[in-house]
Structures are given as structure tokens and as C-alpha cells.
């Protein structure tokens, strides 16, 4: 991840909050929260420009005020299913301010924190089906030529197709942030809470024990912020690609050691360069994320115990990097939405992990005009080959 390690550069937990405010409020999904009684606690810019009222106006209300199709008895039912399932989704009509009416389908996932229970929301503007819908009504009513209907017809399905993938990936994002966000809060709260008690009958070293895991649990929370800011620049197309000349052993190096430090060492990273060429034209940040991120899962998702494999081949023409681990290996089911965004595999269980890294080193790769491609066996373990041509451009030096 590109991320700053040292505990200078961690944000303390306050102004993490803040910065995940921000976060949301740049997610063009229209996002809010609301509890058991309907009220609406939270809502990001994207809801506030949907509905055409102001954040303030909006957290003065209740899911009522904006929703015509709701009843009390049916949110009720709603909130006990969600409670069971922990995510619900449903279509209903929501009015702006300005009385416009649409249709909306909504996500809820269940969120309980700090003996709060919530509901996190992600609303899709669906009024693409009501327009298919009056389409064909008046194609039955009126003389209409069938081709310009087909054509009508086949527009309107492939916008609904992308609000479709755009409702999946919100779905997917909302229950990732409300998992990988809960973990690391939870600790800092009940570890302050544990300070807040004991802090002068403690030793100083016990203190800066849960100091310690604290600060871990910020960093966590850093990482996965700094993680979704860059799938976000990689989703709007504001990274470039500014290759420069690396000497490629060298850098692969010195990244296989530092991720064995970060692992401490529990795990072995094996090295091996076939390399006929020195060094490569590259973006040296967009390569150590990619690598960053295929040599943690390597070891992420390997045993106890195991040794991953880290071969490069650099070529006149081509470089070529392969990461081999014998870990859990990926089932066949998933290996066609591996790269896809928020997407995690069925098999990690309870191996923590946002579905972005992939996503992320795919679009990478991409930057470079490269391939990335995977092999895999349930069981026996992963390898995952990252192939980019050698460009020669450019004057500046990997030191």
C-alpha cells in the first residue's frame, strides 16, 4: 500500500473520522445512515444533490419525510430481516424537494458499534425501468415504429445493465468499509476505555502495550483509507504512468525486504532474477505498489511456515514478474471477477481484506500497457504473472 509507516505520519483517531467523512462525501453513490426508528443520522454530498436538500434538512428527518412507499409496520419487518441477514435491499419511491418523484433501490447493511445499531445505505436512482416502462406502454397505445422502440429499448437496457454493476459495486463497498472499518475501531475504543481506567495503576509498560495496539489499529484504518483514495484516482483516470529508468534487481530487493520485515520475518520471500538487461523504464511508485500488494497476498494467504517465490525474467522487450505461494489457492468460481473491485474470494474466511488490491494492481498494470494473468489450484496454491513492455523514455534514475 502507499502508505507512510512511521508513527509520525499516523493520523490519530479523530482526524481518521474526519478524513473518512471526506471519503464519503467524494463516493458519487448517494450514501446515508439511519437507525431502528428510521431516523436519518448521516447522509454524503451525493445523497444531499440527489434528494435536493441540505445535509441539515435531511438529518432533521425520517425516512418517512422522503419515502412515499413508507409504513411503519413494513420498516419494522424490514429492520428485523436486515438484523438476521445484516443486508436488505428493496426498490421504492423517494420524492426531492423540489416533488419529483423516482424510483430508488435501495442497500441497507447492518452495522452494530459501540452498542449503536445502524443501517448503512446506498440508493440507486432506478428510474431508468420506469422509462422502459412508459416505452412500451405507449408502443402498445400508439403507432410507433417497432425499430425505433427495439432501439429505445436496447439504450435503455444497457443503462440499467451499468446501474446494475454500479449498485453491485456499492453494495460490495458499504459491506466492506462497515467489516474492515469495525475490527480496528472496536480495538482503539475499548483499549482508550481500558487506559481511561487504569492508566495510573498500570506499569508504563503495560500502558504503552495498548498504546501500542492503538496506534496498529489506526494505521490499519490509514491503509484502508489510503487504499480506496487510490482506487478512487485509478477510477477517474487522475494516475499517470511516469516511467523512469530502475535498476530492477536492486528494487526488487530491497521491496522482498522490506515486506519480510513487515511480516517479521514468519514468512520466506525467495528472490530469484533471470534478468539478461540491468535495469527497465518504469513508474517505480506504481511498480512497488503492484508488487506491494501480490507479494503481501502471497503471504497473506499462505502457511505457516512456507516459502513464496518471487522470480523476475527482464527482457530487450518485455519484463516479466512472477509471484508463486503455495497457499489456499483460488477457486474456479472466482477467478473471473478476481480483479473485480470490492471482490473477495470464497474460500479466505475470515482472513481480513478490502477486494481493492487486485482491482487496484490490474488498472496498474493497465497504466503500463501490460498484462496481468493468474493460475491457480485450490490447495495447493497461486501463481500470478505481471507482464509489462520495456519502454525506454525518459533520463531519471532508480538510486
Not at 463516493?27 to 454530498?45: D, G, P, R, S
Not at 498504546?211 to 490509514?222: C, M, P, R, T, Y
Not at 525474467?313 to 472466482?334: A, L, M, N, V, Y
Request: net charge negative.
Amino acid at each position: 500500500m502507499l502508505s507512510k509507516s512511521n508513527s509520525q505520519s499516523v493520523l490519530k483517531p479523530e482526524e481518521e473520522l474526519q478524513v473518512a467523512q471526506i471519503l464519503l462525501n467524494q463516493v458519487v453513490e448517494a450514501t446515508f445512515c439511519l437507525n431502528a426508528k428510521a431516523q436519518i443520522l448521516y447522509v454524503n454530498t451525493a445523497f444531499c444533490q440527489m434528494m435536493g436538500y441540505s445535509c441539515n434538512e435531511l438529518l432533521s428527518m425520517t425516512l418517512q419525510n422522503i419515502d412515499l412507499d413508507f409504513e411503519l409496520q413494513k420498516w419494522s419487518e424490514q429492520w428485523s430481516t436486515l438484523k438476521q441477514q445484516n443486508c436488505l435491499t428493496f426498490k421504492s419511491r423517494y420524492q426531492t424537494k423540489a416533488g419529483q418523484i423516482f424510483l430508488v433501490q435501495v442497500t441497507v447493511n447492518y452495522v452494530e458499534t459501540q452498542g449503536r445499531e445502524l443501517g448503512c445505505a446506498v440508493a440507486c436512482d432506478r428510474s431508468e425501468e420506469l422509462v422502459e416502462l412508459s416505452l412500451r406502454q405507449y408502443a402498445n397505445k400508439s403507432s410507433i415504429d417497432i425499430t425505433d422502440y427495439k432501439q429505445a429499448k436496447s439504450e435503455v437496457r444497457q443503462a440499467l445493465e451499468q446501474t446494475k454493476r454500479l449498485s453491485e459495486l456499492s453494495e460490495r463497498f458499504v459491506s466492506m468499509l462497515s467489516h474492515e472499518l469495525r475490527t480496528p475501531l472496536n480495538v482503539v475504543s475499548f483499549s482508550a476505555d481500558l487506559l481511561k481506567r487504569h492508566l495510573h495503576q498500570w506499569t508504563e509498560e503495560k500502558n504503552r502495550f495498548y498504546l501500542d495496539i492503538i496506534q496498529v489499529a489506526v494505521q490499519q484504518i490509514s491503509e484502508l483509507l489510503d487504499e480506496i483514495l487510490l482506487y478512487r484516482q485509478a477510477e477517474s483516470r487522475k494516475l499517470v504512468c511516469e516511467p523512469r529508468q530502475i535498476n530492477l534487481d536492486r528494487f526488487c530487493v530491497d521491496i522482498v525486504a522490506q515486506m519480510q520485515l513487515a511480516s517479521g520475518n514468519q514468512k520466506s520471500v525467495n528472490f530469484v532474477s533471470h534478468s539478461n538487461f540491468d535495469s527497465a523504464y518504469l513508474d517505480p511508485k506504481l511498480l512497488q505498489h503492484i508488487l506491494n500488494n501480490l507479494l503481501s497476498n502471497a503471504i497473506k494467504y499462505s502457511s505457516p511456515g512456507s516459502t513464496v517465490t518471487f522470480e523476475l525474467h527482464c527482457q530487450s522487450q518485455e519484463t516479466i514478474f512472477q509471484i508463486k505461494d503455495s497457499g489456499i489457492g483460488i477457486p474456479i468460481i472466482d477467478r473471473q471477477q478476481i480483479f473485480e473491485p470490492f471482490y473477495r474470494g470464497s474460500n479466505v474466511d475470515s482472513i481480513p481484506g478490502t477486494g481493492l488490491g487486485l482491482s487496484i494492481v490490474k488498472t496498474l498494470v493497465d497504466l503500463h500497457f501490460g498484462e496481468i494473468s493468474v493460475e491457480s489450484a485450490v490447495g495447493i496454491g497461486t501463481t500470478f504473472t505481471v507482464k509489462l513492455p520495456t519502454t525506454y523514455v525518459g533520463d531519471d534514475s532508480y538510486q
